[in-house]
């Protein structure tokens, strides 16, 4: 067996999607769905976000990122499509201890989502 099957409680935590296109916007309503709150971080949004702008379970912030936004994360998930910003976040999260999903490349990854 590659990866060990568990489940994560994500409860009203803060994850963060790094990401602000249509899969990022898909990860962040995964989740939602998990109990979680979600930080999004991207210098751009497109419309699959709209309907999130109002709700507090969201954080929308549009900027690049950094490794002072991993604070008080629980897990992250980059969706950037850019393997050099995807390999900085991949970083700044196993340096900080944080579970960490980058989208469609399992070498960056140290979970994996169906």
């Known amino acids: ?5 568990i ?3 994500i409860k009203n935590e803060w994850s963060l999607v790094i990401g602000g296109k249509s899969t990022a916007a898909r990860k962040v ?3 939602l ?6 930080r999004v971080i991207s210098k751009s949004f497109n419309a699959d976000f709209k309907g999130m ?3 507090k379970l969201v954080d ?7 490794s002072s936004d991993l ?13 050099i910003a995807d390999k900085k976040i991949f970083n700044a999260a196993i340096k900080a201890g944080i579970p960490i999903n980058v989208v469609d ?7 994996i989502m169906p």
């Open 1 to 5: 067996m590659t990866y060990l099957p």
């Open 7 to 9: 489940f994560l409680d």
């Open 29 to 31: 309503e995964t989740l």
């Open 33 to 38: 769905r998990g109990g979680g709150k979600v």
């Open 53 to 55: 702008m109002d709700t």
């Open 60 to 66: 929308l912030v549009q900027k690049s990122f950094s």
């Open 71 to 83: 604070h008080g994360i629980k897990l992250v998930i980059s969706a950037t499509e850019n393997q």
């Open 105 to 111: 490349n399992l070498a960056l990854c140290t979970f």
